[in-house]
């Protein structure tokens, strides 16, 4: 076994000499340069909290697409959206959905619900201990709140229950404001758990997580229960405007929707639309979002509808969209400058932010799908999307 | 409806100039700076094939995680692995795990199958349609995969045929040599498609993706029959391991797994290990992967067992990590770079990095599942992972 | 097109004539004879509310295991099972896992939840109107339940909801004394809507079922939910009885309970456990169940421990049992026969009922698990199960 | 502890008189009588390899829907449909849809596929291992087919692997005949691995079973790759008959249908149609097939298009309908009688019994889903499901 090097760390590690530092670390240990790697506008001593170990940047090809309408309740009106992607084509296609539904009247938004949770399992001697600790959980609510409370400012709560064998799995769900709020809902379920462990000696065993939140996975739960915002985008298109702008129709978009339904409940996919990962990938790295959450936030249920006039009513609806305008990577270099170019950094922003990102999904759904209608997939792929070094 | 002002663009689109031009535009539409997302250390020249309306980068702060000692069939040794993010403890938590791996003598991994598809599906009349169709497939393959060869360097190919009502939906497979390859196979299957279509005249209508790729979005199928590489990483750790590195034990480690298997199982989650989705994320946005694949990379199978002995045997499966070491975002500066200190980048690397990516999912289930079971885990966040603008 | 000729009726259709009138019918046009099926022994006037077109019997085996010790809430003591099925090693192989079991102390059986659901889906014009709507239904409970009681003596109830594009899923939930329920809880919830859609003129389009009850169905939301009753069904075995009775040992039990486990997360299961369907369809048939409901009460949770000291905690969760012990086939000859052979025919006895259901499913599991480890599966089958004609 | 006190044996343990002494002995032993369940017209000597502790048969009662009209490959023409249920409104349902689709022309019916399984899973070392056992399987497949044909007259035969950690997962897939054919690919894939242990010895171990075949459970991978026949049962209707026969008519039925879709997609349930397990459990215990396979049959998908004629083309595909006519329950005395009055009793008629079956289900599916649109549902349950004792 070899002697093991660690990475080398310095007392104010947070500093473009550290990093360097690092960076000739690498060079030496692995013989490779990371010259754009250290190239990077930023003081490196904003970065706490975001990354140990810092040695520079990934810098990821950022383009715009828009102008993109929305009708939400907290966005209203043009946006243009910035999106951090390496795959050709991706853009241009967001973008070509977009004048799409400009041309209709822009994407109507809707956020459903919106809670974020941890979730502890609880073991008892048997499953009337499980039960029975249910019923305590149920009548303690209240105080169980107040201590949740008292290590932050998230809002409403409530807690879920689901038993199996000598287990109970719960669900402690939070508001968490302008933040994605994991971190704050782990605090606050930590502490919570103290106290119950406390108040309740029956517990056999207790672990913070029993795989009923599904933080960086995707789940049915999830999908049912909402991790996130739950938001819904909607449209109505006219069948003229599939013909002119899509090279494409109303009813040929719904024939394919109905074989994608049948062919997505068959192949168990989490999602029966397009490609939602897409778009919401390439916002969340240009805004500063936990990618990871991409594994959650792509599931999503298409719905569409084929009107006696020809309109195509349609609609996306992400049930787990893990977003924050607060806190993690939003407070970046670029990153706060794309929030800001949305009008979505800061407080009281994450509505607003949800909703864009919703309307961008929906117009990035309606292009793919039309492109694979019309047949033009691979050949827009072919004309964007080959990059050979 | 307001007038749609277009994002603006050059004949020459891809200039420090046009760039300048876009965020100029910005500025005045929106009142954004970009100053930042202007900040950038490479000719934009190398982008067709990456991104439209390109306005400059998101750059996203990079950390190393390592060594990382791999007993791979392609990478074998110490690696120094490069995680862009913006999530506090992600590097450290990785970091953690690759120490614990390392005393216990390295990740072991294996790659079990490699394919990417597309997923034409065809209708007929009626099922006996679809029936007869699928023979004639199978009797017309060596002529089908010519056609698809004749578009493509990919390699070995077959199909998959699943049936429901007068529709057959197919999976068209292909080794896809060093490039993550979904625009390749979608080449080559288009033209299969054309080739069949005149050769079928009994197809009554024909889609070229029914659900069954699932491309961006997890399922099942994927799960069940790989899509990208399916990758296992395994390790063995003593007992005294736990104890030293990671306050915790086997034992407790292997009783947190057994709640958590339940819970994803009664969840339906499409991972029953803890958070897979972090370190791939991570490694794709910094190695130029299309992180939208994340979407369906995050899937997993973690296995584990408690041995006599007190040895901790515990695996990952990941049945769908779509990576590529050419093509796509690999070749662009940072994301080169990460890719050479690998030693990764280009020709024949593809098998090495996706061992790579396995055996770091590893070291970071095993770093968070101690966490949750030690109760450092809420801490350890609270340490590193607050940061307030 | 042939000339229909219908299945011929009386105006007395319950009688031994009409039947027998019947069978002559079948014998003209198809020439089989019914003589088997025409010999019965209860006077079919009983069965209006049971069957149309009656014609005579299906005459099933019927055998007895047992006895089965169950320290239950509602059921304590022996039992002696009645199953009726055709498939030989059935009834042998639960008598086995019962004697098991009686010789480890009996089966503790827990009820944790009871709920039979109608699940009726609004339309709106957009979202918006479904969330609105879904805050007007909380508001307006009191109400609403008040309109639904008015139709049954159902007892609690709530209104579950999932919202996806501009559609309101809900699941009406009451509890439903002795009978399964599924018609109280229709004719409730049909009684509820017709006075919601009086009250809230905005709903656009509203159908009594949305696939979210999934009555005949299993799905994950009555896996999580409950559907009928959620029953545990416990039990801790020593190392030696595994040894001395099924050739077997608590180890190699729960091996194979790993790989069971692991194989049926990967392949999609509804059940990780062995083969619960074969007990409770053998149950249902005999004691007057709704069998079609096999299709959601085959769904189950098995979870295992390996105690230090070689014990063996092994328990199974059904989560959608849906019995009743009024109502329906409870009422006929055999069948309220075998379910006072249970001491659990009529009133106040469908808990007792359904814990017996469950200790009756441990064992089985035990036995087949145990038969499958010890490699004597095929060999019994092979004693037991083949029946030539 | 009670002492346990078996059900009594005696030496010729298939008689009347071996039957009765039960009925006594569980008389005394829990003072139920057993009057009806001892009524039953055929001689107990047949039943070896059906039932074990004989004691009597449960007499459900029995009910003909039809004429049904099939245009199937294997079955065609009218047939009148035996059904055994105590389930109010079941016959007089399917009975309905049966009379609609005689007006349309019949039922369409298409075997598309057809293989039993049984799934042994094999642990190795490592994940290599398992790979390599994989390689060599499919090299010495010939030799393993020989091994298992020895022991049955099944026919073809292929072996599908999925691998996941240490473990090779495998499906041994056979044709059976006319028996549903549980018992013969066990004995058959017994035989094949004790074969394969013999030449094989990396293999660390090895069970029967991995929940890879999912005998009596429903699951992704049976949906997917078929378990028994994979049927699909297509119709064209024309709105003028949903007017008249169902008061229903074909554009409302349409939107239904995607409101259930939907539904059953966000549920998680494994049939997006409406209750086939009622005809399919019905006709099982009418003609003595297992019936706990209910729980994998009822799966199914349901694809359904509103014509621009106003037509409504259905269909019901079921992927896992595990039929016999041959072994099993159905060479009992009413069991057979069913068989014969739909001439599918014995040899070479399993295919037809199939698409019988597939049918049956098509027309219940229509029933159903015209009453809930046409809410005529709950008021058809009230007429004609209201038994009480």
């Known amino acids: 076994m070899p002697t093991r090097v660690s990475v080398?760390?310095?007392?104010?590690?947070?500093?473009?000499?550290?990093?360097?530092?690092?960076?000739?670390?690498?060079?030496?240990?692995?013989?490779?340069?990371?010259?754009?790697?250290g190239s990077y506008s930023f003081d490196p001593s904003v970065l706490p909290g975001n990354i140990e170990h810092f040695t520079g940047v990934a810098q990821v090809p950022l383009g715009i697409a828009g102008p993109l309408l929305v009708n939400g309740e907290h966005a209203q009106g043009e946006f243009y959206v910035p999106m951090a992607t390496a795959e050709g084509t991706l853009v241009a296609s967001y973008n070509r959905g977009m004048k799409l539904l400009h041309e209709a009247g822009g994407v109507k938004t809707t956020i459903m619900a919106d809670r974020m949770q941890r979730a502890p399992a609880f073991l008892f001697e048997d499953a009337r201990g499980a039960r029975d600790f249910g019923e305590w959980l149920d009548e303690h609510f209240d105080e169980i709140r107040e201590v949740a409370e008292s290590t932050t400012k998230s809002g409403r709560?409530?807690?879920?229950?689901?038993?199996?064998?000598?287990?109970?799995?719960?669900?402690?769900?939070?508001?968490?404001?302008?933040?994605?709020?994991?971190?704050?809902?782990?605090?606050?379920?930590?502490?919570?758990?103290?106290?119950?462990?406390?108040?309740?000696?029956?517990?056999?065993?207790?672990?913070?997580?029993?795989?009923?939140?599904?933080?960086?996975?995707?789940?049915?739960?999830?999908?049912?229960?909402?991790?996130?915002?739950?938001?819904?985008?909607?449209?109505?298109?006219?069948?003229?405007?599939?013909?002119?702008?899509?090279?494409?129709?109303?009813?040929?978009?719904?024939?394919?929707?109905?074989?994608?339904?049948?062919g997505g409940f068959m192949s168990g996919v989490n999602n029966n639309g397009a490609h939602s990962a897409n778009g919401i990938t390439a916002m969340f790295i240009a805004t500063g979002q936990d990618v990871a959450n991409v594994a959650?936030?792509?599931?999503?249920?298409?719905?569409?509808?084929?009107?006696?006039?020809?309109?195509?009513?349609?609609?996306?609806?992400?049930?787990?969209?893990?977003?924050?305008?607060?806190?993690?990577?939003?407070?970046?270099?670029?990153?706060?400058?794309?929030?800001?170019?949305?009008?979505?950094?800061?407080?009281?922003?994450?509505?607003?932010?949800?909703?864009?990102?919703?309307?961008?999904v929906l117009c990035g759904e309606l292009s793919l799908g039309s492109a694979i209608v019309a047949e033009e997939w691979v050949d827009a792929h072919d004309a964007y999307g080959r990059n050979r070094p």
């Open 296 to 360: 959650e936030s792509s599931a999503a249920f298409t719905y569409a509808e084929l009107r006696e006039n020809g309109d195509y009513y349609y609609s996306v609806t992400i049930p787990s969209l893990i977003v924050g305008t607060y806190g993690g990577g939003t407070g970046l270099a670029t990153q706060r400058e794309c929030l800001e170019l949305l009008g979505c950094y800061g407080k009281d922003k994450v509505r607003k932010f949800a909703e864009i990102v919703a309307a961008t």
């Open 157 to 262: 709560q409530d807690i879920e229950q689901y038993s199996a064998s000598r287990i109970l799995y719960t669900r402690f769900n939070y508001t968490t404001g302008d933040a994605a709020g994991q971190n704050m809902t782990g605090k606050a379920t930590q502490a919570a758990c103290h106290w119950i462990l406390e108040q309740y000696p029956a517990i056999d065993r207790f672990f913070l997580e029993g795989n009923f939140a599904t933080d960086k996975k995707s789940s049915q739960i999830n999908m049912l229960r909402t991790r996130g915002k739950r938001v819904v985008a909607e449209a109505i298109i006219p069948d003229a405007l599939f013909q002119k702008i899509m090279h494409s129709s109303s009813e040929l978009m719904y024939r394919a929707r109905q074989v994608s339904n049948l």
């Open 8 to 37: 080398p760390r310095q007392s104010d590690d947070y500093t473009r000499d550290a990093a360097s530092a690092r960076r000739d670390f690498l060079k030496q240990q692995a013989g490779a340069s990371l010259e754009h790697v």
